[in-house]
DNA sequence: CTGTTAGCGCTTTCAG
DNA sequence: CTGAAAGCGCTAACAG
């Protein structure tokens, strides 16, 4: 089998008998140049008989845009980065443009995605909450390039590019609140494994719970600080040791959704009752919070996660094509009280 | 604000007072050319002077590679489509690449993606299972253009590129006769939205489950053969609704490990004891099978999923440069039975 | 050891 | 209405 040369304009221009640049404007259709139809349908013709297809690095040089966003995210698998990725890829579509995936998980991994977003790799890029190791400076790097960008930060603060921030620490106090006084005096936490690590990243809910402990004079215990929320199966380990534990604490603030889903499967694998034994507090809003026995209360969004906003952002600011100071949105975030609580 | 032109190697080259081809050779790290470390350093410097990074079209297009692949899947938040973006994102980038990801759900996309393909926007590509409306026709046709491509399904044929299979059909009768064997009457199956519409694909597993009611002389009850394995709410509904029927299955088999998942917590919930009232079969191996109570038996590879060898046949073909017929792996798929069945 | 130069394939003025 | 020609920014011969 030998390799067929990718056919070019040319070989079509020679082939419909007209110039390169009128199949150019063939294959973009456009409008602005008034082409016969004859003319058209024989160019037309002329590329599919040779299964043309406009190389599209070429075409990215001269027009000076890749039509690609890039989309950062921390890790694969995560419902809400599920979530944003199917809203990125809808209103991606929507406006003819691709998605370029990248996970950085290593500080080696984000010094490689900066470089390649400055070598236009993309005319866009959302950089997903929580995607540890990116600087701000990095990132305002980036943005004074003149790169569109939409950062989904709480600390970050808008500087060429757009700030979508969700208000965690008021919701999450507002629910360890309602734990204490309902009442529970021994509240663990389970949180995602970089907040055990020596990350740069500094984890509000942490802080919160925290907080939360100090202000109501309860005292830290490290034994009931625990990991597991970034998975599933890690998430129903480190529950059921907890909730085995002599000194079982009456209440989990799982930094995840699906870590507190998982916790209220240990529950009641233990033969414990929710909340009366023990209540359950997760984080988002996975739809699953509404089917789970008891259903979950969580700290999050009020309604299930919609990211739409975040992509129309950036589409919006890649359409104005001059830089901008920088917007800073608010997504709300509330103690959804539903019955694991 | 005013958007900072760009940087060529054309301005490093006149600010390190070299040549353009120098700062390409420098910026390539490249050994095959000798140069004094004190040029290189010029080089460097000019280069981090202006914030310079080669623009990524500009070399794709001089040499005719992009350094990217493209992964395409059928939807977001599957978790065997996860696992395969997380084992293609780590190959890729052991080998420099990039991951532009595209989700193909209509056959608007399948086409515009096919478009895309042809476009070069990627030097190879994966096509994940079961993703609908990519014909075989299209798929050769792109084999043609010399792209490198392995296409995970089990009724392609290699022609110019790689097919990944996995002997569902067998696995799904073992499974199913080891239900009726241990004495089911009544088995439900649960499947995904696009084996009720008017998709091109046909589904492997409802052909197994209703092959199996024929060897079984049992009759097919429409019923009973329900769709919600696409997604744990839809699938705890659909179980629920199942379970609670006057003329309840003895046996559910999902056609998703997330299907049969939310089976399980229903017949809980329902307040029936798996496997001796309902027994629950699922498809693929979550890791979560181990967690459930009880774990959940289901049809797959006979360890947790791992797309680290489907990766490398791409890669492999991409290095490899000339396209060949094509190889065909299979990859095991078994009963793996635990106890909910 | 380094610079000059010819493109990669396309889009888009600008002339005809 | 159509074609010629000038690049987009980079890489890789090739010549010095």
Redesign the interface.
């Known amino acids: 089998?030998t390799?067929?040369k990718?056919p070019t304009s040319r070989d079509v221009a020679a082939l419909a008998g007209v110039s390169v640049a009128t199949v150019s404007y063939v294959m973009n259709g456009r409008t602005d140049r008034r082409i016969p139809a004859e003319t058209r349908d024989r160019v037309l013709e002329a590329a599919r008989q040779l299964?043309y297809?406009?190389?599209?690095?070429?075409?990215?040089?001269r027009r000076r845009r890749?039509e690609?966003v890039c989309l950062v995210v921390g890790s694969?698998?995560v419902?809400a980065y599920?979530?944003l990725?199917?809203d990125v890829?809808v209103r991606a579509?929507e406006a003819g443009y691709?998605?370029?995936?990248?996970?950085v998980d290593s500080p080696d991994?984000a010094e490689k995605t900066v470089?390649?977003l400055?070598?236009?790799?993309a005319d866009g890029v959302i950089i997903a909450p929580d995607v540890p190791y990116l600087t701000e400076n990095s990132l305002g790097?980036l943005a004074?390039?003149?790169l569109p960008m939409v950062v989904m930060s709480n600390t970050a603060v808008p500087d060429?590019f757009d700030v979508v921030r969700a208000p965690e620490t008021a919701a999450c106090a507002e629910a360890l609140d309602h734990l204490v006084g309902s009442g529970r005096r021994r509240i663990a936490y389970m949180g995602h494994e970089h907040e055990f690590s020596d990350s740069p990243l500094s984890s509000e809910r942490l802080a919160a719970y925290l907080a939360a402990l100090e202000r109501h004079g309860m005292s830290r215990d490290d034994d009931i600080i625990v990991s597991g929320a970034d998975?599933?199966?890690a998430a129903?380990?480190a529950a059921t040791a907890l909730l085995n534990a002599p000194d079982r604490p009456d209440a989990i603030f799982a930094a995840s959704g699906r870590g507190a889903i998982?916790a209220i499967?240990a529950a009641?694998?233990a033969s414990l009752t929710v909340p009366d034994d023990v209540a359950i507090l997760g984080c988002g809003n996975l739809?699953?919070s509404?089917?789970?026995?008891p259903t979950l209360s969580t700290v999050g969004p009020p309604a299930a996660d919609d990211f739409t906003e975040v992509a129309r952002l950036l589409f919006d600011r890649i359409a104005a094509g001059?830089?901008?100071?920088g917007h800073e949105v608010t997504e709300p975030w509330i103690y959804n009280r539903r019955a694991s609580t």
């Open positions: 089998m390799r067929a990718q299964a297809a406009p190389n599209r690095s070429a075409r990215s040089l890749t690609q694969i698998g419902p599920d979530q990725a199917a890829h579509d691709g998605v370029i995936t990248v996970v991994r470089g390649l400055h070598q236009r790799i790097g004074r390039s003149g060429g998975d599933r199966v129903y380990h998982s499967w009641r694998d739809p699953e509404l089917i789970t026995q001059v830089p901008s100071k």
